[in-house]
């Protein structure tokens, strides 16, 4: 998963749009405030790592001297700055050109990059109490920045007479989407209402910002507290040893030694579900996991995703969409809702059609082994797994000691070298935020730098779940025309090693690896100009594309051949274990297919509502799955009130983005099958036209610039095994 980029989070506080609770500033009250700095601020500048250049190598924020006191002091004076600045553009007494205005409103607010670029990437991957409540109070301010920008009507005028000549105007391809994406998150930020309305957004703004904290805060603390404790050593049947270590490791963690503690954390709960052969405990373990923040208690979010969902509804009817989907796609690949249900129709009865045969297979062996039960969703992938063993001989305690966590991020290089040329030097002198985190200097084999690449790999409490790739600095050029080098960080929640043993990881696992390394190449093989354009600043339908490809490499016998070798012997993997893999590779496809489309509807039932009043947010679910005519034994991905992506990430009616991409994904990789897998003109002409290219012109145009053709379906539908090839 790609987070949204820290830059394009500064960014859009600058020329986007959120909201605040008080109204504009005018540039003689603004000017006060500037001069009213806290003391605090004052007293702490020389001591304070945001207020001056870090002076560490290659620019990496010195974690070491920074603490959670230096938050709140940055944040203001940054605020402050921002504020100043663009006042400073909308009441320039010069006309409004390009420079002036657009790129102007491009490099403002520098201190605010450089302090939420740490602040933001620590409090999804390394946060503490204090930050939680800092962030619930810094995000409000920065939703107030977001409107004091977009609806000053001053700096509207500026933006909107640049864009009303822009086909005059000697621009370069780049620039010219520059000036129109900035007219237009100013439209869609608020620019053209009225007073009375201008109002209602930033308290609609403001109320959306503080209810998406509270609901990831809810997500946490449910995922942190559940705990299945197993106290008796015939309770652990059927569970491979590496996971009964970690449950160990995890008890006395917990102040439970001598037992064994299995959470809702991936690595935890997906094996267990697996493996377990205690049915009761499965059942537990299942039910905890689709029922966080669904219980009734504290950390409850039914009443917040119904209020989310209905103001944003009335939010885009303000800003005269019909739907919040509507506002939101318009922006992406897919323009409108109908698009995406296009799409989605497609698939979802090949999917589900599939789905209900695996269940008749797995409901066939219950009733030949005499099981005397109806398969339900905590028995889904323990028989699966069976199923699996059977008909494939494959094991996924087979392959996970081919799959050390070492190894494939070596296997992750190996392929990024051969593509793009890309090497990796590992440093260990430089700060990092926890001691889980590993740097390495990353270069073309020229060596020409190309930036810094951060791992931070073992689940831990201070972390939210999944995998994600952000920036603590993403690539751009100066105003002064200095190419600034990229720090790229993955962020995973991958079991600790125990013992003298490594972390293994089972094929998904590894696959994810190479999938969010897919997005530090995006980053790191960037060539935009300015930092909105940058990178993995494109279409959310279209930032999962590059990860998704990067993907495909780990199933080829070359590359797997390279890494994947026995922790133990050293033994490269077997080919006729590779075929295995390959041969089950398709398997269970209609439970991954569905699981993840029902939530996708799910997002964009939420998202296409025209009631503005909050709905009852259990029976709305149940109605949407209903409806879908989803099998009881397998639930959306993501259910309503853990749905973090949607309620309290940036993927709210994009969550379909990851099958989208896909398309594209598939009939890209099928050029590298066609050239070969390491071609090096396909690959240049990849990097050449989507990967180096960010968002400075339109995706699509950019897709068949590489391919020379419309991306078709059919390689999505035979690489899930939904047709037949």
Not at 530 to 553: I, M
Not at 565 to 586: D, F, N, R, S
Request: with cysteine.
């Amino acid at each position: 998963m790609r987070k949204i980029a820290l830059t394009s989070i500064v960014l859009s506080v600058l020329v986007a749009g959120c909201s605040k609770e008080d109204t504009p500033i005018a540039a003689t009250e603004n000017a006060k405030k500037v001069e009213k700095t806290d003391s605090a601020v004052a007293a702490n500048s020389e001591s304070n790592p945001f207020f001056s250049d870090y002076n560490t190598p290659f620019g990496i924020p010195p974690f070491d001297k920074i603490t959670n006191a230096h938050y709140a002091p940055a944040f203001k004076k940054a605020i402050a700055e921002a504020k100043q600045e663009v006042l400073d553009v909308a009441n320039n007494p010069e006309p409004a050109n390009f420079e002036n205005t657009i790129e102007a409103l491009e490099y403002n607010g520098k201190l605010l990059t450089k302090v939420a670029g740490v602040f933001y990437n620590l409090t999804s991957a390394h946060t503490n109490d204090e930050l939680k409540a800092l962030s619930k109070d810094i995000g409000p301010q920065l939703s107030g920045l977001n409107d004091d920008v977009n609806l000053n009507p001053a700096l509207f005028k500026r933006v909107e007479a640049i864009y009303n000549q822009l086909d005059s105007l000697d621009l370069r391809v780049d620039q010219k989407k520059l000036v129109v994406d900035r007219y237009k998150q100013f439209v869609r930020g608020g620019a053209g209402l009225n007073e009375k309305d201008k109002q209602t957004l930033r308290d609609l703004n403001a109320r959306i910002s503080k209810l998406g904290l509270e609901f990831g805060d809810n997500v946490l603390a449910e995922t942190n507290n559940f705990e299945l404790v197993v106290e008796k050593q015939e309770d652990l049947a059927g569970l491979p040893q590496y996971l009964i270590d970690a449950a160990a490791e995890t008890a006395k963690e917990r102040d439970k030694p001598g037992k064994w503690v299995f959470t809702t954390h991936r690595p935890s709960k997906t094996p267990f579900l697996m493996y377990s052969d205690k049915r009761e405990l499965r059942e537990k373990m299942w039910k905890g996991y689709i029922n966080r923040a669904n219980n009734n208690n504290a950390n409850d979010n039914k009443k917040i995703v119904a209020e989310v969902a209905a103001l944003r509804a009335k939010r885009a009817q303000l800003l005269g969409y019909k739907t919040h989907a509507h506002f939101v796609l318009e922006n992406n690949t897919a323009k409108n809702p109908e698009n995406v249900y296009g799409l989605l129709d497609k698939i979802w009865p090949a999917g589900l059609a599939q789905a209900k045969q695996e269940l008749a297979d797995m409901q066939k062996m219950v009733d030949e082994q005499g099981g005397g039960y109806k398969v339900e969703g905590w028995d889904w992938r323990y028989l699966s797994e069976k199923i699996r063993k059977a008909r494939y001989d494959l094991d996924e305690n087979q392959t996970k000691p081919y799959f050390s966590l070492e190894d494939t991020l070596k296997g992750v290089f190996y392929t990024v070298n051969k593509l793009y040329g890309m090497t990796f030097k590992e440093r260990t002198d430089l700060p990092v935020y926890h001691e889980d985190v590993r740097v390495f200097e990353v270069y073309y084999k020229n060596g020409e730098l190309i930036g810094l690449y951060l791992t931070d790999h073992y689940v831990r409490a201070s972390k939210r779940g999944g995998a994600w790739m952000n920036a603590y600095r993403s690539q751009y050029v100066t105003e002064k025309g200095e190419f600034v080098k990229p720090i790229i960080v993955n962020v995973l929640n991958y079991p600790r090693p125990t013992g003298d043993k490594p972390t293994l990881l089972t094929f998904g696992q590894a696959s994810t690896l190479f999938h969010e390394f897919g997005h530090a190449a995006h980053g790191f093989l960037s060539n935009g100009v300015y930092p909105s354009q940058a990178g993995t600043s494109v279409p959310r339908d279209f930032v999962e594309f590059p990860s998704q490809v990067l993907e495909n490499w780990m199933f080829e016998p070359e590359v797997l051949a390279n890494f994947a070798k026995h922790y133990e012997t050293g033994e490269v993997i077997p080919q006729a274990l590779v075929k295995k893999i390959q041969a089950a590779a398709q398997f269970g496809q209609g439970f991954a297919t569905t699981e993840y489309m029902a939530a996708s509807l799910l997002d964009l039932a939420w998202h296409t509502q025209t009631d503005t009043n909050p709905v009852e947010a259990a029976s709305f679910e149940d109605k949407v799955i209903a409806d879908l005519g989803l099998i009881p034994q397998i639930a959306p991905r993501y259910r309503s009130t853990y749905f973090s992506h949607i309620f309290s990430g940036g993927y709210s009616s994009g969550y379909y983005g990851y099958i989208w991409s896909e398309i594209l994904a598939a009939d890209a990789y099928n050029a590298f099958k066609e050239n070969g897998i390491f071609d090096q003109a396909t690959a240049e002409a990849f990097r050449a036209n989507v990967l180096s290219r960010g968002g400075t012109d339109d995706p699509m145009k950019l897709y068949r610039q590489f391919r020379g053709q419309e991306p078709d379906p059919k390689h999505l539908l035979e690489s899930r095994g939904l047709v037949t090839q």
